[in-house]
């Protein structure tokens, strides 16, 4: 009989997954909180670099990659500047040798497309998980509803505050995640008549304790994010707004930074603080429940691989499986050999991630002229060296790769 898979959470990892164990020929439910509409939306755009993009070459034949490039916009010439608009880093595609590095998209275009790879019923909207127990043979799960389901093994996609993460410490709630220091707005703009450089699909300018990207999404629309340092739990309404509040922390940069700003409308700014979390290690669960994505390793939103890392686990989880199916094997063991191989690469990524947010949220004046110095002064081919290992993963359905992974 088939593996069948439980997984909590309809997220980009959790939809990658499911597609997945389909592909490889398994059972799986997916349920998420959320209704339909809720799942299939989401603030401003994300990257889908070409490490990720990978992954989607090989599932459902190719055609999830294929609706990707359509639909959203390649990742091409791009760099750091600084916010007088001086280039400080370019990143162009060959420096791995590539004719682009991925796409950008919409997130809920993203959503969309990976919701509609699946086969009708697969996905269980407002579904509250609370609960699972395991017997010798399989894992009962349990959501708030009432409902119940029955599987070989559970999957937490559930994101930065996963309650299956808390359940697997016994815990009603999990843990509080770390705070960076820093919120973020985001949303998306038309392009129209905005003095953009055609010469760049992404640029992120960096002030002083303070940051802004836009990068491009297809239809001419680009999404955008900003960063500024505050204390947590902060809003914009003594600024009266998120737009008159980033018009003020924005103000001293160059075009078209002001420009982009003065075009978003209030409704379509989304402000949030950013956390992440120290990574587990190499063991993220126990028995059989296993975590992925941003419920096992949240990254802050620095290096544009915190979905790709979601999108990693999920083809090497059904990988591992998928040879319990063809050659028989413990599921737990599997499980922790699934954790302890990703965990070095995971965690390589959260500690980037956190280096690079640290030098855009530089606040000190003699700190910022230190960083743009060095990375304008820095060749090329060395700042290269910082990202050139993300690309270097080229995921495989092969058993022979599972069992050395």
Same mark, same amino acid.
């Given at each position: 009989m088939a593996l069948k898979a439980i997984i909590i959470g309809g997220g980009i990892g959790g939809l990658t997954c499911a597609r997945a164990f389909l @592909?490889? %020929? /398994?059972?799986?439910?997916?349920?998420?909180? +959320?209704?339909?509409?809720?799942?299939?939306? %989401?603030?401003?755009?994300? #990257?889908?670099?070409? !490490?990720? /993009?990978?992954? $989607?070459?090989l599932l459902w034949q190719g055609k999830i990659q294929k609706q990707l490039y359509q639909q959203g916009a390649k990742i091409l010439s791009g760099g750091f500047f600084s916010k007088?608009?001086?280039?400080?880093?370019?990143?162009?595609?060959?420096?791995?040798?590539?004719? @682009?590095?991925?796409?950008?998209?919409?997130?809920?275009?993203?959503? +969309?497309?990976?919701?509609?790879?699946?086969?009708?019923?697969? &996905?269980?909207?407002?579904?509250? #998980?609370?609960?699972?127990?395991?017997?010798?043979?399989?894992i009962r799960v349990s959501f708030a509803d009432g409902r119940e389901a029955w599987g070989d093994v559970l999957i937490g996609a559930d994101g930065l505050y996963s309650q299956v993460r808390a359940r697997l410490n016994g815990n009603e709630k999990i843990a509080a995640p770390v705070y960076s220091g820093m919120c973020c707005w985001r949303g998306w703009f038309?392009?129209? !008549?905005?003095?953009? @450089?055609?010469? $760049?699909? =992404? *640029?992120?300018? =960096? %002030? +002083?304790? !303070?940051?802004?990207?836009? #990068?491009? &999404?297809?239809?001419?629309?680009?999404? #955008?994010?900003g960063f500024s340092n505050t204390p947590a739990g902060g809003n914009d309404r003594t600024m009266g707004g998120a737009k008159k509040a980033m018009q003020a922390?924005?103000?001293?940069?160059?075009?078209?930074?002001p420009a982009i700003i003065e075009t978003l409308s209030e409704e379509g700014i989304y402000r949030d603080d950013i956390f992440d979390r120290e990574p587990l290690g /190499?063991? =993220? *669960?126990r028995g059989r429940v296993t975590l992925i994505g941003d419920a096992a390793h949240p990254v802050q939103p620095n290096l544009g691989q915190g979905g790709c890392m979601a999108i990693e686990d999920a083809f090497e989880l059904v990988k591992l499986l998928r040879i319990r199916?063809?050659?028989?094997?413990?599921?737990?063991?599997?499980? +922790?050999?699934?954790?302890?191989?990703?965990?070095?690469?995971?965690?390589?990524?959260f500690t980037v991630s956190r280096q690079v947010g640290g030098l855009g949220q530089t606040d000190s004046a003699f700190g910022c002229f230190l960083r743009d110095s060095i990375y304008w002064l820095t060749p090329t081919w060395l700042g290269d060296l910082q990202f050139k290992w993300l690309f270097d993963y080229q995921p495989q359905w092969g058993l022979e790769d599972g069992e050395k992974s």
């Open positions: @592909d490889a %020929g /398994m059972q799986v439910e997916l349920y998420e909180k +959320r209704d339909l509409d809720s799942m299939l939306s %989401g603030p401003g755009g994300i #990257f889908i670099q070409r !490490n990720a /993009m990978r992954v $989607y070459e007088q608009a001086k280039p400080l880093y370019i990143n162009a595609p060959e420096f791995v040798k590539l004719e @682009d590095l991925g796409i950008c998209i919409l997130r809920p275009e993203l959503q +969309r497309i990976l919701y509609n790879a699946l086969p009708e019923g697969t &996905v269980r909207n407002k579904a509250a #998980f609370t609960d699972f127990s395991e017997t010798s043979d399989g038309s392009q129209n !008549n905005l003095p953009l @450089d055609q010469r $760049y699909s =992404w *640029g992120e300018f =960096w %002030g +002083r304790g !303070n940051r802004f990207g836009y #990068f491009d &999404v297809g239809s001419g629309r680009f999404a #955008f994010y922390i924005f103000s001293s940069y160059a075009q078209p930074i /190499m063991q =993220w *669960g199916a063809e050659k028989g094997g413990d599921i737990p063991a599997l499980l +922790r050999q699934f954790e302890a191989s990703r965990s070095k690469r995971v965690a390589q990524v």
